[in-house]
């Protein structure tokens, strides 16, 4: 402690006669006023620095923290107090490094995906199949169509050239699509919706559906994808391609069964019609060539497909979707109110068409916005749309997701019928059949660091490098708040006397004395004043 004070007495006898060699150089009135701050500002500092030790040292009896009331114990030597304040510091330091790691875990990556083996209770969807007929058209109703929309019948030379139109129209993909520019010319068609066209002479779906359980109907419906109209089985996210907007719960569920105990399987029987099958999840809409299937006449394909199915837990629902890096399928977007990978790709090339050129292919009904005629894709044709799109375009994946591998297909071919024979009864041309191998192994998401592990490990390491608790942080913070504003009053309480002390040290002012007062009168006026006269 002596040598301590030696060094203060000589540190301050030195910064002193520095003061004193800065105050020659100044003028008298420069000098008073630096020493009349200099001295509030060391005034100030010394009852600020010793109201913190105060405070520090008070905080440390509260949180029972040693390291902080040996910081401000002037008992002991500089340099072990120096030492327990950089302890403290190292402390602090790494408590916010891990914090942030953690923080960070649980912003990016809280969530892991396990594998689940337990396959004997499983119950699981079968595939959903999109049919695209290869004649798309239906003759009768485009001469119809022909008849009442251009007044052309079949005698007149425009009605093959309309009819090129039509099968322009209704053969034309997402990816194929040149035709359609040969007629951008013809004003005929500019004013022409090319959808409610297909939706007109689109053919009808006359085939069976059949499953395991006969008591299921197998939803079908007519869709617009980008391979053009085709019939979507057993797919319940089909139903949000068309023009009206539907809520998750209006859609129609999925054909189910339990793996293992039933013999899960859907066949549908083709009478005079072939076309291509894509098979795919129910809660995804065609848009991959993964699973393509070509169905001619005369065949009977029996295809066996591996599923490898991705489940969510329940409190994923709890993180954001940055923090899960996925969508569930009922939860509103900005863009969508039902959610899938496939849907959102779609709907990513569409507007691309949009912004390009100004209009929406009839492949997605579902955007809003002009619908392009054979104009409008001689102009997608000109920038190469949807080529480079495909690289563009980047949407999240659904949280739960099922993805069906061809095993195995056996196909058969059951010979030409003779006209007679197929005119006397109507018999399927072809067949498609399409089943579940029971899986044993599948995939769940889950949550492996929640906010309440954050909170846990936000405990563990202020327990391990400060050695305090919430209720240490609590009381801490009670009393550096507390003196804080016992401090804030007392300095109040300060100027108000300050100001009433000073109010009351004002002189006050005497009232003027009349002109004719006593004072005012002088001896020459008083001789000429008459004897007081005493009356009795």
């Known amino acids: 402690m002596r040598v301590e ?85 190292g402390s602090v330091f790494a408590v916010y490094m891990l914090s942030e790691v953690q923080i960070a875990r649980y912003l990016t990556s809280p969530t892991v995906i396990s594998v689940d083996r337990d396959y004997r209770g499983w119950n699981g969807s079968l595939p959903a199949v999109t049919l695209c007929y290869y004649d798309h058209i239906d003759s009768f109703k485009a001469n119809e169509l022909i008849q009442e929309a251009w007044n052309v019948s079949i005698i007149d030379e425009d009605y093959f050239y309309i009819m090129d139109f039509l099968y322009a129209v209704v053969n034309a993909t997402a990816s194929n699509y ?218 999240p994946s659904t949280c739960t997701e099922i993805e069906y591998t061809m095993q195995t297909m056996k196909k058969s071919s059951w010979g030409m019928k003779s006209n007679e024979e197929a005119a006397s009864v109507e018999t399927a041309t072809s067949s498609f059949r399409w089943d579940l191998i029971p899986p044993k192994v599948r995939f769940r998401r889950d949550v492996v660091f929640s906010f309440e592990d954050l909170i846990v490990s936000f405990g563990g390491v202020l327990a391990l490098f400060v050695g305090v608790s919430v209720m240490g942080l609590v009381q801490m913070g009670y009393v550096i708040i507390f003196n804080v504003l016992l401090d804030i009053f007392n300095l109040l309480r300060f100027i108000h006397l300050h100001l009433r002390a000073r109010c009351r040290r004002r002189p006050t002012k005497l009232p003027s004395r009349p002109i004719h007062s006593q004072s005012n009168v002088s001896r020459a006026e008083t001789a000429e004043l008459p004897l007081f006269e005493y009356v009795n």
């Not at 109201?51 to 520090?56: K, N």
């Not at 996210?237 to 339990?258: N, R």
């Not at 977007?333 to 959610?339: F, Q, R, V």
Request: glycine share 4%.
């Open 5 to 89: 004070r030696i060094f203060g007495i000589l540190f301050r006898l030195r910064m002193r006669s520095r003061v004193l060699l800065l105050l020659k150089r100044c003028s008298a009135w420069t000098r008073h006023w630096l020493l009349l701050i200099g001295g509030l500002l060391l005034r100030l500092f010394r009852v600020l620095s010793a109201r913190l030790r105060d405070v520090t040292a008070q905080a440390g009896d509260e949180t029972s923290l040693l390291a902080i009331r040996l910081t401000v114990n002037r008992g002991l030597h500089m340099a072990e107090r120096l030492l327990w304040f950089l302890v403290i510091l």
């Open 178 to 395: 040149a035709e359609l520019t040969k007629f951008a010319s013809d004003e005929r068609f500019d004013q022409i919706d090319l959808y409610d066209i297909i939706q007109t002479i689109n053919r009808p779906f006359e085939q069976v559906i059949s499953s395991f359980d006969a008591n299921f109907k197998v939803a079908v419906q007519m869709v617009m994808t980008e391979r053009g109209s085709c019939y979507a089985i057993n797919s319940p996210m089909s139903a949000v391609l068309g023009k009206k907007s539907v809520q998750f719960e209006q859609l129609p569920e999925p054909l189910t069964c339990q793996y293992g105990k039933q013999q899960c399987y859907i066949r549908m029987d083709l009478y005079e019609s072939t076309g291509v099958l894509d098979v795919h999840s129910p809660y995804e809409v065609s848009a991959t060539e993964a699973n393509i299937v070509a169905l001619h006449k005369s065949d009977e394909i029996t295809a066996s497909f591996k599923v490898l199915e991705t489940v969510a837990s329940k409190n994923l629902r709890e993180l954001s979707v940055e923090q899960r890096k996925c969508v569930f399928n009922d939860e509103e977007t900005s863009n969508l109110k039902i959610y899938s990978k496939s849907l959102c790709l779609a709907r990513c090339r569409a507007i691309m068409a949009l912004e390009m050129c100004n209009c929406v292919p009839f492949f997605y009904p579902f955007v809003q916005g002009p619908s392009c005629n054979p104009a409008g894709f001689e102009c997608l044709l000109d920038f190469k749309w949807p080529i480079w799109a495909l690289h563009i375009c980047k949407c």
